[in-house]
């Protein structure tokens, strides 16, 4: 197993090597090796739901969280998803070489830029195998290098994961070495990562709010950081009953332990009555908590079925990733839009409302990479968007926002096309 920089760096070295000639590989080859791994994800099943058993049995008994079991947990039917996803990206159009902006200038030179990748993406992420197979699929069609550091939790599952997608690129007759894989789950490692500059172009972190944040303040290379979601739904006073409960519902509970999940309900004071008894009993039903203002509480607290405890400070601006959300009753659309200014991440945010007015005032007033009219915010997701996955999601404004697909794995040169033209 990789134990020492000097080996770290060769890695690194070989994935740069390998991303100049990935760079230059046809979009056919590329499909074709992510063909190969769409295939394989179902092909050795077995193996790899054996890999994940033991790395899932360990997490248990260390006592890992049931946020971080779910998301280390590997099934058939999320190798399945995995592959369909794979082979979506495989379907999508190839971003390198593409010609934008052209423009002829009044002396005659055509001016545009041409899509490029970056070079070599280092992720670092926490107990998410299907995180080594999103990322390596859209660093191969996005003609990028890739270095990979999974957390020890799930060492043996993105083992036997990374080897499939090199073996699959090499039989397409691609550079396998365009994916590295780093063994070792020494933590100085990943502090090494964080100081290749030269060598490592970019850096995307997977993981929890600390993890995240450690990686941003010490990296001295260039960092995409994200995926940290207090999302709030607020459910307007024209909204469709019906929709406000379903959609609140499956913002929480369709899988409470990711980014993209409901933290906070916000409600507007005149229908609070009508719907939070809806919400609460459907809520209770699903085994969700909800810590209440005391609005909500005096509302909910009569409410047979409903899981209603005072909400603290602490409870407002706090991403659960559990069966447990904040619930606050507002005044209106202005006192909604100033708790999310005040307690959201920038991640996803949701309206529910049947007046057009209200609901462009939120999409152009909320600052978050996504927002919602009348939808869940579980959609906030590369594979939903069309992406075919995503590499993470950003909550920067530099240089990608949101959910990160091939295009955002791409920068560009500028290409200026001339008759033998000088400057006067």
Request: contains cysteine.
């Amino acid at each position: 197993m990789t134990t020492t920089t000097k080996e770290l760096r060769d890695q690194v070295l070989a994935a740069r090597a390998a991303s100049r000639e990935l760079a230059r590989t046809s979009t056919a080859v590329k499909d074709q090796a992510l063909a190969n791994i769409a295939k394989e994800l179902t092909a050795r099943e077995k193996e790899l739901v054996e890999a994940n058993r033991l790395d899932y049995e360990e997490g248990k008994s260390t006592g890992l969280s049931e946020t971080l079991l779910d998301r280390l947990l590997l099934t058939p039917d999320r190798l399945r998803e995995l592959s369909r996803d794979v082979l979506s990206i495989a379907g999508l159009p190839d971003p390198v070489g593409e010609t934008f902006d052209m423009r002829t200038m009044p002396n005659g030179l055509q001016i545009g830029k041409r899509r490029v990748p970056l070079g070599v993406i280092g992720a670092v992420y926490e107990s998410r195998p299907n995180v080594t197979i999103d990322i390596s699929a859209l660093c191969l069609k996005s003609g990028n290098g890739v270095v990979l550091r999974g957390g020890k939790e799930a060492i043996r599952s993105n083992l036997a994961l990374a080897r499939l997608v090199q073996e699959a690129i090499d039989r397409a007759g691609g550079p396998a070495n365009a994916v590295q894989f780093v063994e070792s789950t020494d933590r100085a490692l990943v502090e090494e990562m964080l100081h290749m500059r030269g060598l490592i172009d970019l850096l995307i972190p997977r993981g929890g709010d600390e993890f995240i944040r450690y990686v941003a303040e010490t990296a001295t290379i260039p960092v995409v950081t994200g995926g940290v979601g207090v999302c709030h739904t607020y459910v307007d006073l024209t909204a469709d009953m019906d929709n406000a409960v379903a959609i609140a519902y499956n913002a929480k509970v369709q899988r409470p332990s990711v980014c993209n999940a409901l933290d906070t309900l916000l409600v507007h004071s005149e229908i609070a009555t009508r719907y939070l008894p809806q919400i609460g009993r459907a809520w209770g039903e699903a085994g969700v908590e909800m810590r209440c203002d005391e609005r909500a509480y005096e509302i909910l607290q009569e409410v047979t079925g409903a899981r209603v405890v005072r909400a603290k400070d602490s409870d407002w601006g706090k991403e659960f990733l559990s069966l447990v959300a904040s619930v606050r009753v507002v005044d209106g659309i202005q006192e909604a839009m100033s708790h999310i200014e005040t307690h959201g991440s920038g991640h996803s945010e949701a309206i529910i409302t049947e007046d057009y007015s209200l609901a462009n005032t939120f999409l152009e007033q909320v600052d978050a990479a996504a927002v919602f009219v009348n939808a869940s915010t579980r959609f906030t997701d590369g594979g939903q968007f069309g992406l075919g996955a995503e590499v993470g999601i950003s909550t920067q404004k530099m240089h990608a926002r949101g959910p990160m697909g091939l295009k955002e794995l791409t920068s560009y040169k500028w290409i200026i096309l001339g008759k033998g033209h000088i400057r006067p």
